[in-house]
């Protein structure tokens, strides 16, 4: 019976099944209803054929409105995920989803388990997808709270990008309104819902986004006493994990692998990867070059799959890891929608005039291949890294390579000095 149309017996509507499942010998159909552009659940007995045994009493209006439906219901059949099922999301927003975006929202919705890194390159709408993928659970039921932890600077962007695309209003909420909130306690009990706590203020609220280091675990902090430091976790983190969301998206999420397994950063991420059933990391740098980090990273989504780094392998990782590199990204034409990058050798030849210039060229040419052969033989790779600085110093301009060297041969006269002043 999937995706066919019915008539619910119930709304006295057309509908579309969207999903049927069969639970202890009972049937269940998610329905569509287009009258009401809701998405429910109702047995299946209670569906009937569209068919002229049903003898609608239905009006000129009534038949031009669900000829209509019919019509985006065609529409929609275009617009299918991965398993088949319709897609509602990008009809429902505001925005018009780019083809790789579409992909993103199929693949991510496709499994029942919706845990996955978002790893599209800069520029590619990573929070397009995660709010496609929002508005595409909340219509099916599936998702009510919601929790967007987002680096300081990105936070209200979000805010603006979920409620212009989306429709979707968020509570931005910041360390200095932890105060507020709890005096407000009173004011949100008598609206509460079945999350609602009086002490946890982020159950005041169903869908809210939050700097990431505000609520990130504390150790200890000068001048602070430990029940300081405990009533600080308490509030910023060990209430945020407890607070009972149901979709957690994390935004610039490499920051949450930390150096080691004891940093604040990846025990918050541990707390969130617990925290709901739905899981989106959204980033565009998710390895970096370090293997331990990106490790933890995938911890997060899934830690069964990857209990140590020998277990993080490509094709494993293809499991949670939607990407789409700009090079393969089109526009709804087929068209690339960046310009293909070239790069070519131009040869550059020395005049006359550029005698002295050339001078200096060589001499820190010979300069930075000394210093950079003798770093890295020395496993000194930051300066390895300091001595190409400097030849692209060179053809910046005089002045920029001679601040450079000055500042260098200060640096060696102070070196000299101390290990004289210790030979003395």
């Known amino acids: 019976m999937a995706s066919k149309w019915q008539y619910s017996t119930i709304h006295n509507s057309p509908c579309k099944v969207v999903e049927e499942q069969t639970l202890w010998g009972q049937t269940i159909c998610r329905i569509w209803l287009p009258d009401s552009d809701a998405i429910v659940k109702v047995p299946k007995k209670s569906l009937q054929p569209l068919s002229t045994q049903l003898q609608p009493t239905a009006q000129a209006d009534k038949i031009i409105y669900i000829a209509a439906a019919a019509k985006v219901a065609e529409a929609l059949e275009g617009t299918s995920s991965e398993d088949g099922q319709v897609l509602l999301a990008p009809i429902e927003s505001n925005v018009i989803p780019l083809p790789h ?19 599209d390159e800069v520029g590619l709408g990573k929070t397009i997808e995660a709010g496609l993928v929002i508005r595409e659970l909340k219509l099916r039921g599936l998702v009510r709270r919601v929790l967007i932890i987002a680096p300081k600077g990105l936070a209200t962007q979000w805010v603006a990008e979920m409620q212009t695309h989306f429709n979707e209003s968020f509570q931005l909420v910041l360390p200095s309104d932890f105060k507020t909130l709890n005096r407000l306690a009173p004011v949100f009990a008598e609206n509460k819902s079945s999350h609602f706590q009086a002490n946890n203020p982020w159950t005041f609220f169903d869908q809210v986004i939050a700097p990431l280091d505000s609520v990130k675990p504390l150790e200890k902090r000068r001048g602070w006493s430990d029940e300081q430091v405990a009533k600080y976790n308490q509030d910023r983190f060990e209430n945020l994990i407890t607070a009972g969301w149901d979709l957690v998206i994390v935004d610039e999420a490499h920051r949450l692998g930390g150096s080691t397994d004891q940093v604040a950063r990846f025990k918050l991420g541990q707390g969130l990867a617990e925290a709901a059933p739905y899981l989106l990391l959204l980033s565009a740098t998710p390895h970096q070059g370090k293997s331990d980090a990106f490790h933890r990273i995938m911890t997060l989504v899934d ?30 034409d087929g068209k690339p929608l960046f310009k293909p990058r070239k790069t070519e050798m131009v040869p550059i030849r020395w005049e006359d005039r550029h005698f002295e210039q050339e001078l200096l060229y060589e001499a820190v040419t010979d300069y ?49 000095n101390i290990i004289s002043q210790r030979l003395d």
Do not use: C, W
């Not at 919705?109 to 890194?117: A, E, G, Q, T």
């Not at 990857?306 to 094709?315: G, H, I, K, L, N």
């Not at 110093?393 to 102070?414: D, G, H, M, W, Y």
């Open 368 to 416: 930075v291949r000394e210093g950079y052969n003798q770093a890295i033989k020395d496993k000194q790779h930051h300066f390895g890294f300091l001595m190409i600085l400097m030849q692209r110093l060179v053809v910046s301009s005089t002045r920029a390579i001679r601040t450079t060297l000055e500042r260098r041969l200060e640096a060696l006269q102070a070196d000299k």
């Open 303 to 332: 830690e069964e799959t990857f209990p140590d780094e020998a277990s993080v392998s490509r094709e494993k990782v293809a499991t949670f890891v939607i990407r789409t590199e700009k090079r393969k990204s089109i526009d709804a």
């Open 101 to 119: 975006q579409i992909h993103a929202l199929s693949r991510a919705i496709s499994s029942d388990r919706v845990r996955y890194l978002l790893a």
